[in-house]
């Protein structure tokens, strides 16, 4: 981690603002020993103007946060993954099924399944995320009860789900019948909201590298997410982190699991195309 | 019991006679302080793991006394000189009495 005093990133942010994404450090992701992570990648070309260079919010973190993440053993998340691995195998439901009924080992029914996610599911007519698909398997074929958004057994599932993605490039398909929606989100994305008239784009295309108080911004890339956030000990969804910063610039934020928030995390996965799957990861 | 409870260690299988290997070491456990009360007012009974031992063929390596300001899933992580081959032995108190065991076996390289 290179650490700089706050007046001196001040001052050059001022001087020469395009300066401060030297702000992220040059580490290198590996996870196991094995599982070798792109943490910055040429941006997709729909960022084209905006962003040269994408990074996961890895480099936004210092070193023993860092550290965390580079050994399963050490990653408070993967306890989440392992009560995921039994809930897949464990039946729920009125018609005695589990995950596994159907899909099987889930290292091997589920690899790449979050890299192309939010997607769209041309049976349903709408865009999924990995929660919305979880509930239509258990409320259509297992006969059981939906997850409420972000209960913790929803968070943990889509912590297994991605853990066994790790590694493979995000791409997120933005064109087609989500076209409307990532419009939708990408026109969120850079609507200034709540009393203190911020955009994500303010602090996060403007201004990641900078420190807003004593949090390092990071671009917001969410290819870790589902993210163990130190703070509170716990994962945290896409939409549950987004509810905290749309609260951050008090406004009245949108209901995680909305249409509104599905259409922003849509649009900000699509602005991480590129780099790797690296969920479910460890900040503070 | 508490709910939920499961010891983990990762250790080397084998080492070079001598040498020193890392051990960390996680339980999964709620850690519950006795300072915090539910929505009735009353105090939530403290459940805690209140001591952590590792011995090497019987010889003590670690042996820690644990507090309740220690938060939830206790990991510990330390250094182990290993003179021969032998198992590590790793013990975990809880409150209530039970007690949890794990063991990992090194080899000489």
Same mark, same amino acid.
């Given at each position: 981690?290179?650490?700089?005093p706050?007046?001196? !990133? ?6 020469v603002?395009?300066?401060?994404m030297?702000?992220? @450090?040059?580490?290198?992701?590996? !996870?196991?020993?094995?599982i070798? !992570? ?9 960022? @084209?103007?905006?962003?040269d ?9 210092? @070193? ?6 580079? @050994?399963?053993?050490d ?10 691995a039994?809930?897949w ?6 018609e ?29 007519g ?18 059981a009860?939906?997850?409420? #958004? ?12 991605t ?8 791409n ?36 990641y590298g900078?420190m ?12 870790g997410?589902?993210? #163990? ?9 896409p939409q549950?982190?987004?509810?905290g910063c749309v ?6 934020? #949108? ?11 849509? #649009? ?6 590129g780099?790797s ?8 | 019991m ?5 010891p ?13 290997v ?30 952590f ?11 820690v ?19 021969e ?11 209530d ?13």
């Open positions: 981690m290179k650490f700089k706050m007046s001196a !990133i001040a001052a050059l942010a001022l001087s603002p395009t300066f401060a030297a702000d992220a @450090d040059d580490d290198t992701l590996v !996870i196991n020993g094995e070798e !992570i792109v943490t910055k990648a040429p941006a997709p070309a729909h960022l @084209d103007g905006a962003l260079e994408v990074m996961s919010g890895w480099h936004f973190r210092d @070193d023993t946060t860092q550290a965390m993440e580079m @050994d399963d053993f990653n408070p998340a993967m306890l989440n993954v392992e009560a995921a039994e809930v195998n464990t039946v729920d439901g009125s005695g099924k589990s995950c596994a009924s159907c899909h099987g080992d889930v290292e091997e029914s589920m690899k790449g399944v979050k890299a192309v996610y939010p997607k769209w599911n041309e049976a349903a709408e865009v999924r995320n990995l929660q919305m698909q979880f509930n239509d398997c258990r409320v259509n074929r297992m006969g009860d939906a997850w409420k #958004y972000d209960a913790g057994a929803a968070k943990d599932m889509e912590a297994l789900v853990s066994v993605s790790r590694g493979m490039p995000v997120v398909a933005i064109d087609g019948p989500v076209q409307a929606m990532w419009e939708h989100g990408k026109e969120m994305y850079y609507t200034r909201t709540g009393q203190l008239d911020l955009s994500c784009a303010s602090c996060h295309e403007e201004n900078n807003i108080r004593a949090d390092h911004l990071s671009q917001g890339q969410i290819n997410f589902p993210v #163990y956030r130190l703070k509170n000990s716990k994962l945290t969804s549950g982190r987004f509810k609260r951050d610039t008090r406004a009245e934020t #949108y209901k995680p699991g909305s249409n509104d928030f599905l259409a922003l995390e849509l #649009y900000v996965a699509s602005r991480g195309n780099l799957v690296e969920g479910p990861s460890v900040r503070n | 508490a709910e939920g409870v499961k983990r260690v990762k250790a080397p299988k084998k080492a070079a006679a001598g040498e020193t890392t051990l960390k070491t996680l339980i999964s456990h709620k850690m519950e302080s006795g300072q915090r009360k539910n929505k009735d007012g009353s105090v939530i009974p403290r459940s805690i793991i209140n001591r031992t590792c011995e090497f063929n019987g010889k003590s390596v670690i042996d006394t644990m507090e309740p300001a220690i938060s939830t899933n206790p990991y510990f992580e330390f250094e182990a000189t290993v003179p081959a032998g198992d590590f032995k790793f013990t975990w108190y809880d409150d009495g039970s007690v949890y065991e794990e063991s990992k076996s090194v080899a000489i390289a």
